[in-house]
């Protein structure tokens, strides 16, 4: 299973540094969509020349204008780019036929899709490389929030799968037996007193 981190700084200098704490115990370095807006797509360049042998990914959320999106962030230097699972299927489509003319990949977000076992499905025969099974950092915050049900969907599904949504070391062992193929650690990563050690023990758990 990889490590990704979501970096979801503001700026390009932070995550710069960020990055460079915890690049040898990721394996994919994600730009979260707030930095993206904050800093713009040159972000997504600064850490692709900085770390040319990890993984890119560009969290850009694109819900239309899904091809001319997804031809952006490639050419900035991103692998991998996000387009929403709620967007209309062209849209996907079209991010995807973006992926293959740079032999990079799109990854969609299930974030706020209530069926996301049936929707998983669908967007991987439209050729997403994986899907993300997503709760953002508002749904994080209400009460009583845990992984079980983005576990359950994701092994349910039975296509390639991405965990994110408060991902630490108590739980990167549940990600892993429901066999995702990337859990996604953020706050647990950036927000540590020491990101390196955070992010090596996270390595560490993942058996």
């Not at 974030?111 to 991987?124: H, N």
């Given at each position: ?9 503001l ?47 560009a ?11 997804a ?9 991998l ?51 993300e ?36 070391v ?38």
């Amino acid at each position: 299973m990889k490590l990704q981190v979501a970096i979801d700084l503001l700026t390009t200098e932070d995550a710069l540094e960020l990055a460079g704490k915890v690049a040898e115990y990721v394996d994919i370095i994600e730009l979260g969509t707030p930095l993206i807006k904050a800093a713009g797509l040159s972000v997504v360049t600064a850490i692709k020349e900085a770390h040319p042998d990890k993984i890119v990914f560009a969290d850009m959320k694109t819900m239309d204008a899904g091809e001319l999106e997804a031809d952006i962030a490639f050419k900035a230097g991103a692998d991998l780019m996000t387009v929403l699972g709620t967007a209309d299927d062209s849209t996907i489509a079209g991010a995807v036929k973006a992926a293959k003319a740079h032999n990079k990949g799109v990854v969609v977000d299930l974030i706020g899709v209530a069926d996301k076992v049936t929707r998983a499905k669908e967007v991987r025969a439209l050729g997403a490389k994986f899907v993300e099974m997503h709760a953002g950092l508002d749904e994080q915050a209400k009460p009583g929030f845990d992984l079980k049900g983005l576990l359950s969907a994701g092994a349910e599904a039975r296509v390639p799968f991405s965990v994110a949504g408060g991902v630490k070391v108590a739980t990167i062992g549940d990600v892993q037996k429901a066999g995702a193929e990337v859990a996604v650690a953020g706050g647990a990563i950036y927000s540590a007193a020491d990101p390196a050690l955070a992010a090596k023990e996270l390595r560490d758990a993942i058996a």
